[in-house]
Nanobody
Framework: VQLQAFGGGLVLPGGSLRLSCTASGLSLADYAVAWFRQVPGKRREFVSCISYVGSVKGRFTISRDNAENTVYLHMSSLKSEDTAVYYC??????????????????WGQGTLVTVSS
């Protein structure tokens, strides 16, 4: 199983960005898929999650395209404090979302989002 997160980059404050998480070796539609973020020296922070039984909403919008086996994180009104490496993760043990990073078995490599003028 491999997860790949991409779509990060440099964006101005107030701008928008869409992150993508793709997978090989499993169907994301069958599991809970979450986005976390982390800045150096801090704990990994839960951002959002989606599964076929529901989703956990936050500031950003999460969606999925089952045909493309992709989960998206739509980020808007970005602030400098949103600067972080963003990771997608899959939880295999249950279909329900969870905000604890240790509940997720597979992780993508991370994509850096920098919000700066």
């Amino acid at each position: 199983v491999q997860l790949q997160a991409f779509g990060g980059g440099l964006v101005l404050p107030g701008g928008s960005l869409r992150l993508s998480c793709t997978a090989s070796g499993l169907s994301l539609a069958d599991y809970a898929v979450a986005w976390f973020r982390q800045v150096p020296g801090k704990r990994r922070e839960f951002v959002s999650c989606i599964s076929y039984v529901g989703s956990v909403k936050g500031r950003f919008t999460i969606s999925r395209d089952n045909a493309e086996n992709t989960v998206y994180l739509h980020m808007s009104s970005l602030k400098s404090e949103d600067t972080a490496v963003y990771y997608c993760a899959v939880r295999l043990k249950t279909v329900h979302c969870n905000s604890y990073s240790n509940e997720y078995e597979y992780w993508g490599q991370g994509t850096l989002v920098t919000v700066s003028s």
